[in-house]
């Protein structure tokens, strides 16, 4: 078996489920929330973490493809914003 084949075999029975489990988690608390608090905590969430996750470069190459003239710093101000938006849109999703 080679390496690539053992590591879809670890995703489809062990990470993607655990994955699965986590979001039905996230996506149960927060439906019982009130939606601003719901809303608040899960852009906190998604502000706090998604920068650092391996796709923002991704954004940051587009970002600063599109707007050469944007310092590192706004770049990095609009990929928070970003995050934060898609936290605000997966907390309403419940409600």
Known sequence: MTKLSKNKLINRFFIYPLEGIFVFLALGILKILPLDCA???????????????????IARDNLQL???EK???EIATIIKQMWQNLGFIFAEYVH
Not at 40 to 47: K, L, P
Request: aromatic residues 12%.
């Open 71 to 73: 310092s590192p710093l």
């Open 39 to 57: 809303r608040e905590c899960a852009g906190f969430i998604f502000q706090a973490i998604g920068p650092h996750v391996k796709k923002t470069n």
């Open 66 to 68: 599109a707007f050469p």
